[in-house]
């Protein structure tokens, strides 16, 4: 399945964004889906998972409360609303597609797919 993450961008500390990752290839409801972000200089870290029927969802801690994770399998799209962003959410922000994990992982090895990164800037 191929990944395109869209929808980064600057905005200022409490402003809200929200990402899109469009799927194609294979059968998008075969896929648990994950959001994973890697500022500069640090490892890739987990954001949030959706699993393939979008009834299970979870989040970093980092971000609980503030991110909401979403998908549409109609439209073979997985999103992420982020509001009250702050500086130190400032990364690329990857989706990813699971097809052996449907609930979706923390873990970013359990992961086939991976989108291209798109980068949001959170200025103080």
């Known amino acids: 399945v191929q990944l395109q993450a869209s929808g980064g961008g600057l905005v200022q500390a409490g402003d809200s964004l929200r990402l899109s990752c469009a799927a194609s290839g294979r059968t998008f409801s075969n896929y648990g889906m994950g959001w994973f972000r890697q500022a500069p200089g640090k490892e890739r870290e987990f954001v949030a998972v959706i699993s393939w029927n979008g009834g299970f969802t979870y989040y970093a801690d980092s971000v609980k409360g503030r991110v909401t994770i979403s998908r549409d399998n109609a439209k073979n799209t997985v999103n992420l609303q982020m509001n009250s962003l702050k500086p130190e959410d400032t990364a690329v922000y990857y989706c990813?597609?699971?097809?052996?994990?449907?609930?979706?992982?923390?873990?970013?090895?359990?992961?086939?797919?991976w989108g291209q990164g798109t980068q949001v800037t959170v200025s103080s």
């Open positions: 990813a597609a699971s097809g052996r994990y449907l609930s979706g992982s923390i873990y970013a090895d359990r992961y086939d797919y």
